[in-house]
């Protein structure tokens, strides 16, 4: 077998051509192959070239600070993007508002999985996952702007039930972050907290008829057959990182061994935070966690759960998981979310969506920024802000049961607590809860159809989703219904007599006893 060809940086930008679909590898902070984009980048500041990229990424990618996607987010340079979140690159993010480049979003397990179907020269992903979502074409079809007129998502019926099929097309270049190559280009991944969807990007663009370029740390004279990520032969180059900064193992963090499996913690390590709306949040959300169950927890609130169940020594009764891989173990926020520290496995990510998408996980946490009176959530776009979709799509739609967790009105709101009882001491400036979403990241509609049990936790109050709307089933000590609730409702939710007090426990800064 031939020796892998080593290049620079800059040497592997030039093999970029105008017009290409360049495709890479990475989950929001994690595995970034920045040393490769910020090349990129620099070539077409000093040069121009290349231009009229298409960009497809599946998970999101940067930190909020000009890295990952935002390298792409010149004029000129990118014509078109397919991801699936876009919060962490908000430079693309005004490029695509500002209608200067035309853009999708799609659910961001369907796009991991596409890869595998472009790989295998398959149509596309055909699915039920984004049906009743603005992902549907009778919706928006993930079109972002006006600039935006190709359908690539279709409607099908298959068997006489309704699919989505996402189409496939070809991808030119891939670019990969990985931790060691052998000498044949035979990649492994063992510093990386996910490894995310590296062997699926390689294998579609090679079947391509396009490249993959992979940044390393080091080449080394053998590595561990069990351990490669990326066969030699789908390798075209690799490059070794000279900057360090730009092979973080998650942008701006240490390196966390904790994180890959070169060691583990003791829980008593960890960090507890004190009590707060959003831990008041995590509380009530941590009752509803049941013995021997899979469980995802998205981004922001949601990480509260796993503190708290961490604090109150229950982590063990439960599997948490993580849409980038990892399964077991406590998973991380910030830079280092889609880490988990112990984790039991690391799996790929279309493989976990995989898992996702069958139903296979139990309850489901995620994040509430909008909600109406048909149940719909929006957390994907809000006036010239695009967020993006994520995993939410995938999961929200598939769980067996899931819970969305979030502060009953946002920008400002501040809370204390005293005797079990809860005080509003300064309302948000934003109602969550509004006549009709802006966009529908998850259909209500769509979970009635399903039979899908769907529960809203706030700090203050509690809703359930049911065949004839949302109704308002819990109330913190406290809280009058009326002026702190209602008042501050786009629509009257539905009560089956007075509503339930949410437990005193959850509003006193000690351990709830919930082991």
């Not at 620079?8 to 093999?15: F, H, M, N, R």
């Not at 109602?431 to 049990?453: C, D, L, M």
């Amino acid at each position: 077998m031939a020796k892998v060809k080593i290049l620079t940086a800059d040497q592997a930008a030039e093999l970029v051509a105008d017009g290409m679909t360049v495709s890479t590898n990475g989950f929001v902070a994690c595995d970034l192959p920045e040393e490769l984009t910020s090349a990129l980048e620099d070539r077409f500041l000093k040069t121009g070239s290349p231009k009229n990229l298409t960009y497809f990424y599946a998970a999101g990618q940067g930190n909020r600070d000009g890295s990952g996607a935002d390298h792409f987010a010149h004029e000129g340079m990118t014509d078109t993007v397919i991801a699936g979140h876009y919060n962490m690159a908000p430079k693309l993010g005004e490029l695509i508002m500002q209608n200067k480049i035309k853009a999708y979003n799609l659910p961001q397990g369907t796009l991991s999985q596409l890869y595998r179907d472009i790989a295998a020269k398959k149509p596309g992903v055909l699915t039920h996952v984004g049906l009743h979502t603005f992902a549907d074409p009778r919706i928006e079809g993930g079109k972002l702007n006006s600039a935006t007129t190709e359908d690539i998502v279709q409607l099908v019926n298959i068997n006489e039930e309704e699919r989505l099929l996402y189409k496939a097309f070809p991808i030119d270049i891939a670019l990969i972050r990985a931790t060691y190559s052998d000498e044949h280009g035979n990649i492994t991944m063992e510093h990386e907290c996910c490894t995310a969807e590296a062997t699926a990007i390689a294998q579609a663009a090679k079947n391509s008829g396009g490249t993959v370029i992979v940044q390393v740390e080091k080449v080394v004279k053998h590595v561990d057959p069990k351990l490669v990520k990326v066969p030699g032969i789908y390798v075209d180059a690799v490059v070794v990182t000279e900057n360090k900064d730009n092979h973080a193992q998650c942008v701006g963090c240490e390196y966390d061994g904790s994180m890959t499996g070169d060691f583990q913690i003791p829980q008593g390590s960890l960090h507890y935070p004190s009590l707060s709306p959003k831990k008041i949040i995590g509380r009530r959300a941590a009752m509803e966690l049941r013995k021997n169950s899979i469980v995802n927890l998205g981004i922001g609130i949601p990480e509260y759960i796993s503190m708290v169940a961490s604090e109150e020594g229950i982590s063990d009764y439960f599997t948490l998981t993580v849409e980038a891989g990892p399964v077991g173990g406590i998973p991380q926020g910030g830079p280092q979310f889609g880490g988990s520290v112990n984790a039991e496995a690391i799996l790929d990510q279309p493989a976990q969506f995989d898992f996702y998408d069958g139903g296979g996980i139990d309850d489901a946490f995620l994040g509430l920024a909008q909600a109406d009176e048909e149940g719909n959530i929006n957390v994907s776009k809000f006036g010239p802000r695009i967020a993006g979709c994520g995993g939410f799509v995938n999961i929200t739609q598939n769980a067996k049961r899931v819970y969305f967790c979030g502060t009953f009105t946002a920008g400002g709101l501040k809370c204390s607590t005293k005797d079990g009882r809860l005080m509003i001491e300064q309302e948000g400036r934003t109602n969550k809860f509004i006549r009709e979403v802006e966009q529908i990241t998850f259909s209500g509609k769509y979970a009635n159809q399903t039979n899908q049990p769907v529960m809203y936790i706030t700090e203050r109050a509690v809703f359930e989703l049911r065949k004839d709307g949302i109704y308002l089933t819990e109330v913190a000590p406290g809280i009058d219904i009326q002026t702190q609730i209602i008042d501050h409702m786009g629509f009257v939710p539905k009560m089956n007599g007075a509503p339930k007090l949410m437990d005193a426990r959850i509003f006193k800064d000690t351990p709830m006893g919930l082991s």
